[in-house]
C-alpha cells in the first residue's frame, strides 16, 4: 500500500472504486504529466451521501463533508490513471460547484472541504489553485461537484 493511501487509513477512509459516469464522458484524462478529472459528486458505496441545496435542505457543513468525499472520489481516478497515489507530484487546481440555495454566499467554506483534506493529505503537494462557484442547480440533485487537475511523476 502506497503511503499516501496508508495516511487515508489513519484518516479512518479509503480510496472507493471509480465510479461510473453517468452520461457521455469518462472519469479521467491523462495528458502527459496531467490527469483531469471529470466533476465527481459524493456517492459513497454507489449511493448520494448528500442531496439537496446548499442553505435550503443541505447544510454548509453536511456540504463540507459532501466536497470532501467528492475530492477523495477524483483521487481514486487519479490512483486510476496514475497507477499511485505516491505518483502525485502536485494538485495544480481544484473546481468547486455548489448548488445554492437563494441568497447562500459561502461556497468558499464549503469548497474547503475538499482543498483542507487534500492539504492534510498532501501536504505542501495538495495547496492549488482553486475555484468555488455557486450554481442553482447539479446534477442528481447533489449540493457539491469537484473536479481536479493534478500533475503525476
Known amino acids: 500500500m502506497s503511503q499516501i493511501e496508508n495516511k487515508l487509513a489513519e484518516m479512518g477512509l479509503k ?32 449511493k448520494l451521501a448528500y442531496e439537496g441545496h446548499v442553505g435550503g435542505e443541505c447544510s454548509p457543513e453536511d456540504a463540507y463533508e459532501a466536497a470532501k468525499i467528492c475530492a477523495l472520489n477524483c483521487l ?21 460547484f455548489v448548488s445554492s440555495a437563494p441568497g447562500f454566499n459561502g461556497q468558499p467554506k464549503v469548497i474547503n472541504g475538499a482543498s483542507e483534506f487534500l492539504g492534510q493529505l498532501f501536504g505542501d503537494k495538495g495547496v492549488h489553485a482553486r475555484s468555488a462557484v455557486g450554481v442553482n442547480e447539479l446534477p442528481l440533485n447533489v449540493p457539491c461537484e469537484v473536479e481536479m487537475i493534478v500533475k503525476v511523476k
Do not use: H, M, R
Not at 481514486?76 to 502536485?90: T, W, Y
Open 15 to 46: 480510496l472507493p472504486s471509480v465510479a461510473k459516469p453517468v452520461a457521455a464522458y469518462v472519469p479521467g484524462v491523462k495528458d502527459g504529466n496531467y490527469i483531469y478529472t471529470s466533476g465527481q459528486v459524493p456517492f459513497v458505496d454507489g
Open 76 to 96: 481514486a481516478i487519479v490512483k486510476d490513471l496514475a497507477g499511485d497515489l505516491d505518483n502525485v507530484e502536485q494538485i495544480v487546481k481544484v473546481v468547486g
